[in-house]
């Protein structure tokens, strides 16, 4: 990580342009020539190779001033024109800022159960647009709906006092039709046969075939109130809590978690190990600083039943805004759920009792917004399926902590390792299936300041493998592997900019990549998504805020299957895009 210092020159520059009050300052300042208002997130394609069947505009609306407000709601049926079933279901949401505005968070739930977690962008100019695109097939129980028909949600917290942008929101959803899944029971592993529109890119994906039911763990009071279906986390001794019964005849059931951090957590990623901030104005420092380590874990009648270690999100806002204009980065319009496969522990759920689900955040600090959606599919053909614990093995995390600070410069790591196992049998009509799962995290959170607070580096990796195995009568029906990693790193050097504010350099590497190779009898199928951004790039911040800056970025988006090979690969320079090349086929490729 070296850095030129041929910044200085500069400063008197931006000294100019923050006193002749640029960005937030009221007078909105003009787009610079050539500068796209499309903001992106350049990942798959929505729509490979298809046209949808019908489409539905579900919601048109402005957001103006809605802090406090309760969601934004209408009443859902399906499109009489294309009944259910569907291959496919894709969302759609398209948004326009009239104006300057900060990032805001948003969420669209259906009947209280979360379908999309997105952000904003940071509209540095009037007119900025953008869209996010989501396959949300998994959601066709509750898609179907009831006859009396479901309520459809959407929050988005904006204040058009500070800052003028009103953002005008649409979401539609694309209904398709064509082949179908045949996943029966004793299919227990997602195929990606059963459908030819496979190519939709979720690696992690467990099941391709819909749940049955899908069951929100979300804020009951949801539609009346503000903050909506969000479930608030503040502390990690708080425990969210939700009593919920699972139907008799459940044969299998993968939790769902939607998860983002706010306030004090906001840049988690990027804690410290130590007691005393390093300082108030530095938004990478925050107020409390306990580490970058963090875990959402679920519990089932206060028992451990699964984790995960959030996807680290960098909003528009965030590190330098300048990098995310008009390349968003990694997931943070379509923000990643996690699924929790709790089939194994699927006797834990069925006694005809109610059940208590707990979600904490380890070592949270206020706050984090949670929702969960218990996905669970039903034997048809049974009024009552057996199931049994065969393994459940969960060792205390192994975790290492070290800090040495000496006022504003030390480092501080944290880092931690686990291998937990369950494994269980369900005995449904489809025959007595046994499914084991051996999950293995390994995480490390490395901070580092020098130079009396002026450079700080923050090295954060999270690495995950699950396997997972299918047997029916002691005979390996089924396999499968995925492996998750999400590297990033953040190197940053601060200095005077003038008048109290700061002038910030930074270096940024990011990377999520998932592969997933599924066994199934002489079949194996393997798929991957690798989405990385480097980006360079300088800002000046006052209070906090950026008001000045430029960056550089490159990301290049990969996915394949045994069907696809998609490519993207985009090249941003000051904010300016200066090549942006998609391949539907990697055969053309010289490094394939
Ligand atoms: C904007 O684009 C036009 C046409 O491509 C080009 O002639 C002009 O030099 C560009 N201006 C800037 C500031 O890049
Ligand atoms: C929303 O839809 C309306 C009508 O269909 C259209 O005029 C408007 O431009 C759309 N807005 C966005 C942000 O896509
Ligand atoms: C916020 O937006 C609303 C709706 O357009 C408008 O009536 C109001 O005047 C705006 N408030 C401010 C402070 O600009
Ligand atoms: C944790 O948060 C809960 C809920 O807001 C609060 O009641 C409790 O006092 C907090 N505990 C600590 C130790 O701050
Ligand atoms: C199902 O299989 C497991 C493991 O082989 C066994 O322990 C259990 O008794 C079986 N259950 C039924 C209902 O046959």
New binding site residues.
Partial sequence: MNFSMSYLPVISLLIMFSSAGGFPHPAPPAAPENITLEYIDPTFPPFPEQSPKCSLQLLQHDFADTTGAPPVSTNYTPPLDCPAPWSRVVLELSGIASDIQQDRIASIWLDGAEILRTTTPLPMYPGVHWQVNKDITKYTSLLRSSPAGSLFSMILENSNSSFPGIYSINVTLHYFRGALCDDTPTISIQSQACNQLSSHANVKELYRKPADMIIPISNEAGDCCSGGYWLKIHNETDVQKTIVSVPGNAYRAVMEIYVTAHADDQYWYANPLRSVPIDTKDPLSSAKANGGFRQVVLTIDGKYAGAVVPFPIIYPSSVNPYFWSPVTAIAAYNIPSYELNLTPLMSMLLNGREHEFGLKVRDAQPHWRVTANLHVWLDAWSDGV?A?L?QYRVPPLKINRQAYWKEKDGKSEVDGQVIVRFAG?V?SSAG?I?TSVRERLKFKSHVMVQGRGTMKQVAMESKVRMNVRVEKE?TVIGRMVMNMEAPLEIMTLSSNGGGGSVFERTKMNHGLEEMKSVVRGKEVVVSMVSDRQDSEGSCLMEEGMAVWGSGDSRSVYKYRDDKVCYLRSLNVVGGRIMDDVATPSCVALADE
Avoid: A, D, H, V
């Fill in positions: 057996e049994g065969l049998w005995s007595n046994t002691r």
